[in-house]
């Protein structure tokens, strides 16, 4: 009986894993959600967020990139939304992309 149980528990693991929708290159950012995480204060900190949202859909700027600088750039105690954009921009530079 063990063994059934075990495999039965990898399979709905690998159902579970493989059955939910993955993070791609054009997948649209949540904007909404990281204005407020990277407490942007006026409509220039907002347009670039939309920018850079507008970037990833387009497929010219990889989705990976802006997720781990804004997880990075989330985590800091004060100004995270500028930690967010000079960080992205240095990230984006290497990549030949210019924001």
């Keep these: 009986m ?17 059955s939910t929708p993955s993070l791609h290159a054009g997948a649209p950012l949540e904007v909404g959600k990281m204005k407020a995480a ?9 347009g670039f967020i939309e920018k850079v949202s507008d970037l990833v859909v387009q ?12 997880l990075w750039a989330r985590k800091k105690p004060q100004n995270k939304f500028q930690y967010f954009k000079r960080g992205l921009k240095v990230r984006a530079a290497k990549l030949g992309i210019q924001l």
């Design 2 to 18: 063990p063994r059934i149980s075990l495999t039965i528990a990898v399979v709905l693991f690998l159902l579970a894993t493989f």
């Design 38 to 46: 990277l407490q942007t204060a006026n409509p220039e900190e907002n």
């Design 59 to 70: 497929d010219k700027l990889p989705r990976k990139v802006v997720d781990s600088t804004f």
